[in-house]
Nanobody, 124 residues
Framework: QVQLVESGGGLVQAGGSLRLSCALSGRTFVSYAMGWFRQAPGKERDIVAA????????YYADSVKGRFTIARDGAENTVYLEMTSLKPEDTAVYYC?????????????????WGQGTQVTVSS
């Protein structure tokens, strides 16, 4: 069974930076493409960024392009989301997820395993 544990959320002022981490355990890390999603109160869970199993292909939502970077470390079985130039509209619970069927998916239903979520709050 795959387990995902996120860390790194918190409160930051607009324009600031945060780095989220997600550690995978229970299965071979390289078998999974990884994604970061976020969900604000009253809204659907949306893709933020995704990375394929080898790390050489990534996807970013338009709203975060140029500000967020997704990366993975096979030695640490960890995927990261580096967030810079944060805006109040980035406030949400951020979830990491793993999938092994599509390879680089933007779709919630393609992901088989989810972390518990970490709160990111950006104050204006």
């Amino acid at each position: 069974q795959v387990q995902l544990v996120e860390s790194g959320g918190g409160l930051v002022q607009a324009g600031g930076s945060l780095r989220l981490s997600c550690a995978l355990s229970g299965r071979t890390f390289v078998s999974y493409a990884m994604g970061w999603f976020r969900q604000a109160p009253g809204k659907e869970r949306d893709i933020v960024a995704a990375i394929n199993w080898s790390g050489d292909s990534t996807y970013y939502a338009d709203s975060v392009k140029g500000r967020f970077t997704i990366a993975r470390d096979g030695a640490e079985n960890t995927v990261y989301l580096e967030m810079t130039s944060l805006k109040p509209e980035d406030t949400a619970v951020y979830y990491c997820a793993a999938e092994s069927r599509v390879g680089l998916s933007r779709t919630v239903s393609d992901y088989d395993y989810w972390g518990q979520g970490t709160q990111v709050t950006v104050s204006s």
